[in-house]
């Protein structure tokens, strides 16, 4: 079946060493999104992918970067993570970009915790 | 004041009750509106998408979008344990990001 896979499912990382998350995703879709979300919070958008071109959302911090080498794998670098950072980190794909109707497909997410 | 309020629960109901869960939202711009199921441990999924005002219904799931009110429902008839999960309320303007509610957390119990 076409998906979107996140590796892994559980990340646990040290106060201020990097970690990186990964998302890859069979259904060939020009747009890649990573979201965070916390515990009883709705979805926060990171940035997205539409092909090669990035986009950061304003309020994303720097300590948040993305690389996507090709269009099936995404990932999400953070380069320090705080206590803060601990999250859901969920990867999303989409046909379109940012259209208003476009239906979202998420990986299964990976649980970050930082130590 | 958000932008989307969802109402986190938890909300318990037995089976074959009705549920009815609602979001609020502050932008009058919003035109879709879109409700996702998220079991635990798993990214949200699609569940029902309506456009503007009105009612969608999908077997036993029902969308409504009151925009004077600027009130959306899901209801969900029969319910069954396997309805447990939290569903978020989603919305957007034309070409805008999606905003999400914080979602409420359903256990429908047998």
């Known amino acids: 079946d076409a998906m979107v896979i996140q590796n892994p499912r559980y990340q646990v990382t040290q106060f201020g060493k990097p970690v990186t998350l990964s998302c890859s995703q069979t259904?060939?879709?020009?747009?890649m999104y990573w979201y965070q979300q916390k515990s009883s919070q709705a979805p926060k958008l990171l940035f997205h992918?539409?092909?090669?071109?990035?986009?950061n959302e304003a309020d994303t911090p720097d300590n948040f970067q993305s690389r996507r080498p090709n269009t099936s794998f995404c990932f999400l670098d953070i380069r320090s993570p705080g206590l803060g950072d601990a999250a859901m980190y969920l990867c999303?794909?989409?046909?379109?970009?940012?259209?208003?109707?476009?239906?979202?497909?998420f990986g299964s997410g990976t649980q970050l915790s930082v130590l | 004041q958000k932008e989307v309020e969802q109402d986190p629960g938890p909300l318990s109901v037995p089976e074959g009750a009705i549920v009815s869960l609602n979001c609020t939202y502050s932008?009058?711009?919003?035109?879709?509106f879109m409700w996702y199921r998220q079991y635990s441990r798993k990214g949200p999924e699609l569940l029902m998408y309506?456009?503007?005002?009105g009612n969608k219904e999908d077997g036993r799931f029902t969308a409504q979008v009151d925009k004077s009110s600027k009130y959306i429902s899901l209801f969900i008839r029969d319910s069954q344990p396997s309805d447990s999960a939290t569903y978020l309320c989603?919305?957007?303007?034309?070409?805008?990001?999606?905003?999400f509610g914080a979602g409420t957390r359903l256990t429908v119990k047998p």
């Open positions: 259904l060939n879709h020009n747009v």
């Open positions: 999303a794909t989409s046909r379109r970009r940012r259209a208003a109707n476009e239906k979202l497909f």
């Open positions: 932008n009058s711009a919003f035109q879709y």
């Open positions: 309506t456009y503007s005002s």
């Open positions: 989603a919305m957007s303007v034309g070409n805008n990001d999606m905003r």
């Open positions: 992918y539409y092909d090669k071109d990035f986009n």
